[in-house]
Nanobody, 125 residues
Framework: VQLQASGGGLVQDGGSLRLSCAAS????????VGWSRQAPGTEREFVAA????????AYADSVKGRFTISRDNAKNTVYLHMNSLKPEDTADYYC???????????????????WGQGTQVTVSS
């Protein structure tokens, strides 16, 4: 499965963005999907994940209550809705997929098998 992340950009402190992760080649409905991010000079960190059916989600503590992950399997797309953005959210954001059983949503970014390119998010203060 090929993944394409999009939706990044420049936004002010407190603003919102919606990132999209669109799949091609194969259906995404059999995959858990996760988002991770990496700022310059830092290690990649897990952000959010959603199970293949969408009923189970997980978030990093740093984004809980501000970010929401969702999916539309009919459109083969997973979204990351980001609200109340802070300058420390500035990073390249990556989506990734892993074929799993129902209800599983891996929370370690290195558990995923298929990766899209990053989309850059910059939050100005």
């Amino acid at each position: 499965v090929q993944l394409q992340a999009s939706g990044g950009g420049l936004v002010q402190d407190g603003g919102s963005l919606r990132l999209s992760c669109a799949a091609s080649g194969r259906t995404l409905s059999g995959c858990a999907v996760g988002w991770s991010r990496q700022a310059p000079g830092t290690e990649r960190e897990f952000v959010a994940a959603i199970s293949r059916g969408g009923r189970s989600t997980a978030y990093a503590d740093s984004v809980k209550g501000r970010f929401t992950i969702s999916r539309d399997n009919a459109k083969n797309t997973v979204y990351l809705h980001m609200n109340s953005l802070k300058p420390e959210d500035t990073a390249d954001y990556y989506c990734a997929a892993k074929y799993t059983i129902a209800g599983v949503r891996p929370i370690r970014w290195n558990e995923y098998d298929y990766w899209g390119q990053g989309t850059q998010v910059t939050v100005s203060s």
